[in-house]
């Protein structure tokens, strides 16, 4: 899948989310906010500006949140994102009431949406992760001109091939065919036992 599509499965397949920002002494604070709608360049929130939200918003616009659709761990996909969210207004509300007819409930007439506003996480990375495949699958992506890291567990050229690896992969996705052995990372969980038991200390986390 291509980041726009993670983004439309965030926005429409999953919608809340369990979002992050950091109050005025550093300090973590997370809330649910609904992610009302995306384009290829990010998501779309509302949020009111009499809220403590807002207010830590505005003070730092570095942001995470991950959402989930399933039913129990083994049936579940989960997509992460952290980024920058900036405040775009008041223009785009009544197309998020439109596609989000719900709010008319909590919201139902012009003078209780005057303290509406409308952000947008315009730049950010994220990491999908679905333990309902088997192998389980993964995969990063980034969008509004952020640049996509890698991380994960990387096996370099100090690679012996004892396989050691590989008897401790709980998804038996390392490559032993090749030297050095490589780790499939769309499959992997991110575990580090192989990192533990390599003897020649020949994988790195990145």
């Not at 998501?43 to 003070?59: E, I, P, Q, S, V």
């Not at 088997?134 to 640049?147: D, K, T």
Request: proline letters at 5%.
């Amino acid at each position: 899948m291509q980041a726009r599509d993670y983004l439309k499965y965030i926005a429409e397949e999953i919608h809340s989310t369990v979002f992050a920002t950091v109050d005025s002494q550093g300090r973590p604070v997370t809330c649910a906010i609904d992610m009302m709608d995306c384009d290829e360049d990010g998501l779309y929130f509302l949020t009111a500006k009499g809220k403590n939200f807002y207010d830590r918003l505005k003070a730092n616009e570095n942001m995470a949140f991950t959402a989930m659709k399933g039913e129990d761990t083994l049936s579940r996909a989960a997509v992460s994102v952290r980024g920058k969210a900036k405040e775009i207004g008041p223009d785009k509300l009544p197309d998020l009431f439109r596609k989000n007819p719900y709010m008319e409930k909590i919201y139902p007439d012009g003078p209780s949406r005057g303290a509406l506003t409308v952000f947008k996480i315009y730049e950010g990375t994220g990491e999908w992760f679905d333990l309902s495949k088997q192998p389980i699958e993964r995969a990063g992506f980034s969008f509004g001109g952020a640049g996509a890291k890698e991380t994960g567990f990387f096996v370099t050229d100090k690679c012996i091939g004892c396989k050691l690896c590989y008897s401790k992969c709980p998804q038996k996705r390392i490559d032993i065919s090749a030297k050095p052995v490589v780790i499939r990372q769309e499959h992997c969980l991110h575990c580090g036992n192989c990192y533990e038991i390599c003897p020649a200390r020949a994988v790195e986390r990145r």
